[in-house]
């Protein structure tokens, strides 16, 4: 019975004209779930984080006795490295902003050859490492958390790539519509944060 | 009741056929069904293993099966009902009932809706097809030690197959979120949001927040498990305590995941048949808010006895009784909702308000176990069985229940049967009773949880519990009947049948494709009832509201 009020002359008329200026109207959510999605990636790591602090805390000694030490030269290189890729790719971004696509590739290029840079000395460090996976907890705690982490860094590094070849289409992006340019960068700051805590946590505690 | 302008527009719409729903569809209408059916089935496999479950324990000895089989079946049987029938079944009813309800066309992210419902069928299956290399048999909280010792294939199947179905969890919480903050249509603000959005914005946050921390849970179990790690083996110095903490920091909160939509069908259902406001609307949608916050730092709760140091069993229990509050405000809502209404006693209420009275019992029980002395004396024995049951199907199962036969008309545009919703009801509120009920005596006698042998003095008492579990299993059938028969051959319901004030009644039944023919109007708040039809279009709301309180008064 509430549907007997419409008037049906109204209605057509709604479904076909209104209806169309609607679709433009609803505004760009995907930054936001990318932002949501981003709290979830953050609760992972943050669990992580949690249980190597309760190790840390609970165990008599800790890493546990007999640990070799970790060489902090390489390692610090690279977070060097990592951090202002941030910075480089932002150029990227404030590139796009003015509808230069040429700019963006070269900041996105070289981000992405920066990141490339971390996860090789990430491998070489491993390859140098005197100790495995299962040698003790803190090993393990070790392997997974910079693995993890350089799995998120590998994700990120195939964004980039693909936002580099999607900007060789012609008005891919412009200075309007760059979500993939966006979207990419935020995630390579959130990587390059979750580093930060990283290295602080397992190489410097 | 349809209008030519209804039945015109919705012939020159698409129409849906079946076989969309065997599809990857984008419409939300579609995936909550999808979503609703899925989980339905599993129900019905997780029922099937809970009646195999009290079969063995009819009797004292090991006869009906063998004891590895009987864990496999109670884990089995605890990780489907929880991870493939509860959290989905929430899932799939707000999937179809938030756009309808804030007057939006879709989702905010149609596609990534269809990923999260269709990674759920392969992780059920996965999940059934662990008994082909012997289930899982360390309990749905797979505990190390105890879950890197009994079969790594069985564990290591149940592992992914969760890292699978929480996945499609944290994916659907992304799109309830956005939905809900930002597809509300123009007019309508936080607080004409109906109770169910609000439930959902919570359960979402939730999902989102806890989720995660399982994930890194059972990552690192995996690898304890694969490669022989010992992030939490004793053995090779690790700490089995981190990942209680790890799985109940997502555990606790899951089961307000699982109830919490739940409580915001209730909310919605017994203003609509009583006839009457909702008692407190701002306490209800704040109360869900507090139970999302306060869920988050409960968990703890569930290892009173694992070693957990005196002070932080303190502000556990602190906090753990201090949820009982907001829950309780939602309880007292309900029962002022009702209170003096012009009751419809039909199938949707009695559901409605068996799930008030069951989740009372459940909440009361959750109460004493947070005291610590108390929790110490019970903790692992059948008094938790009792209690999870009293809230998890007392609860959830029921307002879902509730739920189907409310919105069944608008899914389907025909009316459940109210003769057949009625058996189903007493069957299932008896068999309810029967089983869980002397499960609380069971406990405070000391029977265990989780073994196929027990002292043969408890015998009396389990078995009116497995016969109360055989009235529950032949309850789904008079359901099943319904379903079927209502879907075929049910009486026709109008866009409105209980003439209820919340936007997803004002389009036809079912929905057309894109939800609204004509934009929906915001005419009064969502539960401003007394106003059963929106009459004359001259008279304005606010007459309209008055007769009602004369009406009422
Ligand atoms: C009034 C609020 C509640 C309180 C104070 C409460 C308290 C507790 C406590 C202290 C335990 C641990 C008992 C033990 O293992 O020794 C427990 C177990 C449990 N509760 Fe609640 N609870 C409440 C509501 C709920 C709700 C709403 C649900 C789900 C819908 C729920 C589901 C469970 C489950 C599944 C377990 C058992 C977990 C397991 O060990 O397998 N509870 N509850
Ligand atoms: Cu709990």
Redesign the pocket.
């Known amino acids: 019975m509430q549907g007997s009020t419409v008037d049906e002359s109204q209605t057509l008329n709604y479904s076909q004209t209104e209806a169309a200026a609607q679709e433009e109207e609803h505004p760009d959510l995907r930054m936001f779930g990318v932002v949501l999605f981003l709290v979830a990636e953050s609760m992972i790591f943050l669990g992580l984080f949690s249980a190597y602090l309760i190790y840390a805390s609970v165990m008599p000694q800790w890493p546990p006795e007999g640990t070799p030490k970790l060489e902090l030269l390489l390692p610090g290189v690279n977070s060097i490295i990592l951090i202002s890729s941030s910075f480089v790719m932002h150029r990227g971004q404030s590139a796009i902003k003015k509808n230069d696509v040429s700019g963006l590739q070269f900041w996105f290029g070289l981000t992405a050859l920066m990141g490339a840079i971390f996860l090789g000395g990430q491998l070489y460090e491993y390859a140098n490492l005197e100790f495995g996976l299962t040698t003790n907890l803190f090993t393990s705690c070790f392997y997974v958390l910079t693995g993890f982490h350089g799995l998120h860094v590998t994700v990120g590094l195939l964004l980039i790539l693909f936002v580099l070849q999607r900007s060789t289409r012609q008005g891919h992006y412009t200075s309007e519509k760059h979500f993939g340019v966006e979207a990419s960068e935020l995630y390579w700051h959130f990587v390059d944060v979750v580093w930060v805590i990283l290295f602080g946590l397992v190489y410097l505690l | 009741m349809t209008t030519s302008a209804e039945t015109s527009l919705s012939e020159q719409e698409e129409k849906r056929t079946w076989t969309d729903y065997f599809t990857f569809n984008t419409d939300h209408k579609v995936i909550g069904i999808q979503y609703l059916v899925t989980s339905f089935i599993f129900y019905l496999i997780g029922g099937a293993l809970a009646a195999g479950i009290r079969t063995e324990l009819a009797t004292p000895e090991s006869d009906f099966v063998s004891p590895e089989l009987y864990n496999q079946m109670f884990t089995v049987h605890?990780t489907v009902m929880i991870f493939l029938w509860i959290v989905p079944a929430g899932a799939g009813l707000a999937n179809y009932l938030i756009p309808l309800m804030i007057g939006a066309k879709d989702m905010a992210f149609p596609r990534l809706n269809a990923v999260a419902f269709w990674m759920i069928p392969p992780g059920g299956l996965l999940l059934m097809a662990s008994f082909f290399v012997g289930a899982p048999q360390a309990?749905?909280?797979s505990y190390p030690p105890l879950s890197l010792m009994t079969g790594k294939a069985g564990e290591e199947i149940w592992i992914l197959s969760i890292l699978i179905l929480g996945t499609s969890s944290i994916l659907g919480a992304i799109n309830f979120l956005a939905t809900i903050l930002k597809m509300r249509m123009p007019e309508m603000g936080f607080f004409d949001l109906p109770l169910f959005c609000w439930s959902m914005l919570a359960t979402a946050a939730m999902i989102l927040i806890s989720t995660p921390v399982l994930a890194a849970a059972l990552i690192m179990l995996s690898f304890d498990l694969i490669v022989d790690t010992s992030f939490f083996d004793p053995t090779g110095g690790g700490d089995p305590i981190v990942y209680q903490h790890m799985f109940w920091f997502y555990?606790h909160p899951a089961?307000?995941i699982?109830?919490l939509p739940f409580f915001g069908a209730i909310s919605e259902i017994l203003p609509v048949h009583a006839r009457k406001p909702i008692f407190g609307y701002r306490a209800i949608a704040f109360s869900s808010l507090a139970i999302s916050f306060l869920g988050l730092i409960v968990w703890a709760?569930?290892m009173?006895?694992s070693g957990t140091p005196g002070w932080l069993r303190m502000f556990f229990m602190a906090t753990?009784?201090i949820?009982?509050v907001p829950?309780g405000i939602k309880v007292f809502g309900w029962c002022a909702t009702i209170w003096g209404g012009k009751i419809r006693l039909n199938s949707a209420m009695l559901f409605g308000m068996g799930f008030v009275s069951a989740?009372l019992i459940?909440?009361l029980s959750?109460?004493m176990?947070?005291s610590v002395p108390f929790?110490i004396h019970?903790?692992?024995s059948y008094f938790?069985v009792a209690?999870?049951h009293y809230?998890?199907f007392g609860?959830?199962v029921l307002g879902l229940f509730a739920a189907i036969y409310h919105w069944f008309p608008k899914m389907t545009g025909k009316y459940l049967n109210e003769t057949w919703g009625r058996i189903h009801f007493v069957l299932t509120f008896i068999g309810l009773n029967l089983t869980f009920l002397p499960m609380h005596q069971l406990g405070l006698e000391g029977m265990n949880r989780r073994i196929a042998i027990y002292d043969a003095e408890f015998q009396t008492l389990n078995i009116i519990c497995t016969i109360g579990s055989y009235i529950l299993a032949v309850s789904t059938f008079p359901f099943l009947i319904n379903l079927v028969w209502s879907v075929l051959k049910g009486k026709k319901a109008g866009a409105n049948p209980w003439k209820a004030l919340t936007l997803e009644w004002q389009t036809a039944s079912p929905p057309l494709i894109e939800n609204f023919e004509e934009e929906p109007v915001l005419w009064s708040g969502p539960y401003d009832y007394g106003v059963d039809v929106s009459e004359e279009n001259d008279q304005s709301v606010q007459e309209l509201l008055s007769d009602v309180k004369a009406d009422m008064s």
Request: charged share 5%; aromatic share 12%.
């Open positions: 605890g309990g749905w909280t555990s089961v307000y699982m109830i709760h569930h009173f006895s753990t009784m949820i009982a829950t989740f459940g909440g959750g109460v176990l947070a929790d019970v903790h692992d938790i209690h999870l809230v998890l609860g959830s």
